[in-house]
């Protein structure tokens, strides 16, 4: 019932589902209920409340549970939220191995840990998969589904279809591979980042205005293939123009950074600056971060509908 579990929560009541949010801590559980009444609330007011339900009818869909097997009771679909920690994960699939039938879903929210290391060995390995979210699910709604090399199709598919369902954006992953699709992606864009400041290319502040008023415009709307294929008379006529120009750039990247050091100074006080590291700075920023998230994604949506 930490931020992801809160998050995924509100995704499933709003999409009309019972939620039952465990955790071994009643008081951590009492938290996530008061956090949850709180967004909810704010949210109606502000008129970005997903789903078709009152805050009220949602609330109502969300109960809590500190005993596991009472918890898993009659679930359709399970969606864990533990810590990114491999052995706390695998003990709490092991526990639900135990006590699951053979219709419901075990899903898991990690964001790196590959399926074959979590799942492997358990008798309902058929029945498991992992649904990656973007942090936070309620406000960025892209799911990566990942297979287990013994995944059924069918768990992929019903995965897929609740997922669509309750407003997310699944994508299918045909295999596991390391960090997924998404992190593949965040990480060399962060990667050259670094490099680009640690060389002294560019300034932090600046580095991150590249991005935020730069190809983040684009990206909002259309991803790097699309974009490709309208910078030019198609995806063909691209490469014929570009490719040399694109080689050229990319063996010029140097190798992955350390991500210590200098560059780390560097970077955190040019973002201690901005944003101050103190919790209550942190917290607006993101609420901040959360509402343009809220809007833009009325914008696209409102945008699809035209």
Aim: proline content about 5%; some cysteine.
């Amino acid at each position: 019932s930490g931020l992801i579990g809160r998050s995924w929560a509100m995704v499933f009541a709003a999409g009309g589902f019972k939620v039952k949010l465990y955790d071994i801590a009643q008081q951590q559980l009492t938290s996530a209920l008061e956090n949850i009444r709180k967004q909810m609330k704010e949210m109606e007011k502000s008129g970005v409340l997903k789903g078709a339900l009152s805050a009220e009818q949602q609330l109502a869909l969300i109960s809590v549970c500190t005993d596991l097997k009472a918890a898993v009771e009659g679930a359709t679909f399970i969606q864990e939220c533990t810590p990114e920690n491999l052995e706390l994960k695998k003990k709490i699939f092991d526990q639900l191995d135990l006590i699951v039938g053979d219709n419901v879903i075990l899903s898991s929210s990690t964001s790196c840990l590959l399926p074959s290391k979590l799942f492997t060995g358990l008798k309902h390995v058929k029945q498991c998969i992992v649904s990656h979210p973007v942090n936070p699910p309620y406000f960025v709604p892209l799911v990566e589904i990942v297979p287990h090399p013994e995944t059924d199709p069918s768990t992929t598919e019903r995965t897929y279809a609740l997922m669509k369902k309750i407003g997310q954006s699944p994508v299918k992953l045909n295999r596991e591979i390391e960090g997924f699709v998404l992190n593949r992606l965040q990480y060399a864009v962060i990667s050259e980042a670094w490099r680009l400041v640690g060389e002294g290319v560019i300034s932090p502040t600046d580095l991150d205005l590249v991005m935020s008023d730069g190809l983040g415009m684009r990206y909002a709307f259309i991803g790097p293939l699309e974009t490709m294929h309208l910078n030019a008379e198609g995806v063909s006529s691209y490469c014929e123009r570009y490719a040399e120009g694109m080689r050229l750039v990319l063996n010029t990247f140097g190798p992955v950074p350390e991500f210590s050091g200098e560059t780390v100074q560097k970077v955190n006080q040019a973002l201690s600056e901005k944003i101050p590291v103190v919790p209550k700075v942190l917290d607006a920023r993101r609420k901040w971060r959360d509402e343009c998230l809220t809007g833009l994604a009325k914008l696209k949506t409102q945008m699809k509908s035209d």
